[in-house]
């Protein structure tokens, strides 16, 4: 009698499994079908945008001999030319420098303006994120067309291009890093009757400081990125030097000018890696 239960009770799960497994293999199938369904339309609309914007991968490969042909040109870098770019390199930091202090200093209240738990009103939110917006949606050589049109050429245009750019980026995640803070602290706050400044000095803004700190860092290191380009549109630093060198088909300056830029990267993303590994 025991022998047949056992035998019952494994023929019972015998087909709890196979049933489970034809379910499984079901809803695969039910996933396969809807992965298909869905990439169908996604790569034709993926080729014909392509076909639309000229995407041609043969055009790079018939390409290919021109691109060497003004490399060639570049090489070798004018080393010589290191010396004149000394200032323009000084002038390049310069205006990093002072773009980011000045979008942390904006962001501060911006930051605040634009959370949902610190703003003093809905329509004070909505606002500040509009701001935020447009002010990321401009890039920095845009910014940099209209303020040298403003102040005129140099370093300080630059300077008013990378801090509204930087504005809008670091306010934007500094605010949603503020509405993601830990709600025990600012409830623990309320409960003793504290008010909605205190609570905000004391809950959220010690939350928010650090990351804060790191994303200020990474925006020195993306402005510093940003400030060699902004000579193109005349706003100073290595980017004018290195569109006046190809303006004049001094292509061995150009390289140099590109060799510069490049080692100047490469340095700020190291030391900008070294402060967020002591920030964090």
Same mark, same amino acid.
């Not at 403003?150 to 500094?174: D, E, Q």
């Given at each position: 009698m ?33 992965a ?28 290919l ?45 911006l ?36 303020f040298?049109?403003? &102040?005129?050429?140099g370093?300080? /245009? #630059?300077? @008013?291009?990378?801090? %509204?750019?930087? *504005?809008?980026? $670091?306010? +934007? ?55 060699? &380009?902004?000579?193109?549109v005349? /706003? #100073?630093? @290595?980017?004018?030097? %290195?569109?006046? *060198?190809?303006? $004049?088909? +001094? ?30």
């Amino acid at each position: 009698m025991a022998a047949t239960t056992n035998k019952s009770d494994a023929a019972g799960f015998a087909r709890a499994v196979a049933v489970a497994l034809e379910a499984e293999s079901r809803h695969q199938r039910r996933q396969l079908v809807v992965a298909v369904v869905w990439a169908i339309p996604i790569v034709a609309i993926l080729w014909f945008t392509g076909r639309q914007i000229g995407m041609n991968p043969i055009a790079i490969v018939s390409g290919l001999p021109y691109m060497w042909d003004f490399l060639t040109r570049m090489f070798p870098p004018e080393i010589e030319y290191v010396l004149l770019l000394v200032d323009a390199t000084v002038e390049t930091i310069k205006i990093a420098v002072w773009g980011t202090l000045i979008a942390i200093l904006l962001s501060i209240p911006l930051t605040l303006l634009g959370a949902r738990n610190t703003t003093p009103h809905i329509v004070v939110f909505h606002a500040t994120r509009m701001f935020l917006n447009v002010l990321r949606s401009i890039n920095e050589l845009v910014f940099a067309l209209i303020f040298v049109s403003a &102040v005129g050429l140099g370093p300080f /245009a #630059g300077v @008013l291009a990378i801090a %509204l750019h930087a *504005t809008g980026m $670091l306010a +934007k995640f500094c605010a949603e890093e503020a509405e993601g803070v830990d709600k025990g602290q600012i409830e623990a706050l309320q409960a003793t009757g504290a008010s909605k400044m205190q609570v905000i000095l004391f809950a959220v803004i010690p939350q928010v400081v650090p990351a804060f700190i790191s994303y200020a860092i990474y925006r020195l290191d993306v402005s510093i990125r940003s400030a060699t &380009v902004l000579g193109l549109v005349g /706003a #100073g630093g @290595l980017g004018f030097s %290195l569109i006046q *060198t190809m303006k $004049l088909f +001094k292509y061995h300056q150009t390289a140099t000018c590109i060799l510069v830029i490049f080692l100047l990267v490469l340095v700020s993303d190291w030391i900008c890696a070294k402060l967020r590994e002591r920030v964090i």
